[in-house]
């Protein structure tokens, strides 16, 4: 019998930034949360989705943010990893 593939659930969110070239958002009340997911590739999806609606809009942007990591302390991520870095 096979093991499950472990839950790594994923944050996707975006919004309206500051600048496009930053990742501050100009008002976070304003924030879309598009949802939770199981597995990045469900996140991914919803990402794409969520960014080819306002692929119009230079200063609005989605992110996927690993939560499975915040779970697990001891794995390490990079900087490029870390939102707002």
Known sequence: MSKP????????????????????????????IVG???????????WKGASHRTVDDAH???????LHRLRDEEIEVSPTEELGS
């Open 60 to 66: 609005t942007r989605y992110f996927i943010a690993h």
């Open 36 to 46: 939770i997911y199981p597995n990045y590739a469900t996140a991914y999806a919803a």
């Open 5 to 32: 593939n472990p839950q790594r659930l994923h944050l996707v969110f975006g919004g309206e930034l500051v600048n496009p070239s930053v990742t501050e958002f100009s008002d976070v009340s304003k924030i879309d």
